[in-house]
């Protein structure tokens, strides 16, 4: 009986100083969180590399294929000798984009 109650302190000796300093360190790990400021370097580009974009030019290009499947199709196919294919061709398109303010675009 003697030896669970030594084998019993010993082990609540052993446990009670890694509990406060478990505890310092996560207030120690707080109080420095909480003085901590923002990196600077995060202010730099505004969520973009260099800097937000002023304007910008896009370039589509691509292959439109028509089903023509109408009345319409079917009456300009017969009346004017066109092909199904005929209705098909590529496309290209482009937009410019410029800044009105900085949560507006303005795209023609």
Known sequence: MKARRAT?????????????LTLAAVLAAAALGSTARRAVAQDAGN????????NSL????GYDI??????????????????KSDFSSP??????????SPQVDGVL
């Open 47 to 54: 969520g973009f590399l260099f800097g937000a974009p002023k």
């Open 58 to 61: 896009t370039i589509r290009t």
């Open 66 to 83: 028509a089903s023509a499947a109408s009345d319409v199709f079917a009456t300009v196919m017969q009346e004017l000798t066109l092909k």
């Open 91 to 100: 496309t290209i398109a482009t937009d410019f984009g410029f800044r009105i």
């Open 8 to 20: 019993g302190r010993v082990a609540r000796l052993a446990f009670a100083p890694l509990g406060r």
